[in-house]
């Protein structure tokens, strides 16, 4: 009994805490994902055999549609209607992104940034993911703003 206790009170202070760090990282206007290292970063750590990775959906018309799809469901939330980025999530137009393989993109699917707030869609069938992926490098890159 006195265990339970013991680690229901830890994970209510860590629940605690993470929600006062999110509601003072967003209290500025600032998205929370636009703070601290480069939001792309984790692109770069994709190891060499998911890189080179090829998308078998690459050729199926009708992937991007089901992709698009998908994404309506399960990513526009945090990425935005147009995956520009919206409160919760980077913009998935930007050069990082459109640059990556499709074997990387896949491996961030498959595998989230968890400490940035993307889940992990490894429970979403591998299709499915390679139909994401196919939406994603269909987006036409983020326009480039003049200084």
């Not at 830890?10 to 760090?21: C, D, M, R």
């Not at 999110?22 to 055999?49: F, I, R």
């Not at 520009?84 to 499709?102: C, F, I, M, N």
């Not at 896949?106 to 069938?125: A, Y």
Request: include cysteine; charge should be positive.
């Amino acid at each position: 009994m006195k265990r339970s206790v013991a680690i229901l009170t830890v994970v209510t202070a860590t629940f605690l805490a993470l929600a006062v760090s999110l509601s003072s990282a967003q209290k500025d206007g600032v998205p929370a994902w636009k703070k601290g290292p480069n939001v792309y970063a984790e692109l770069e750590k994709a190891p060499k055999k998911a890189v080179n990775r090829h998308n078998p959906m690459e050729s199926d018309p009708d992937a991007v549609a089901a992709g698009a799809n998908l994404f309506d469901q399960h990513c526009a939330e945090c990425h935005g209607e147009m995956a520009e980025g919206a409160r919760k999530g980077p913009s998935l137009r930007a050069d990082p992104v459109q640059q990556a393989t499709p074997g990387t993109l896949f491996w961030i699917l498959t595998n989230g940034v968890v400490r940035r707030g993307m889940p992990v869609w490894s429970k979403l069938p591998e299709p499915q993911r390679w139909q994401l992926v196919s939406y994603l490098k269909s987006l036409t890159p983020a326009q480039k703003t003049a200084p």
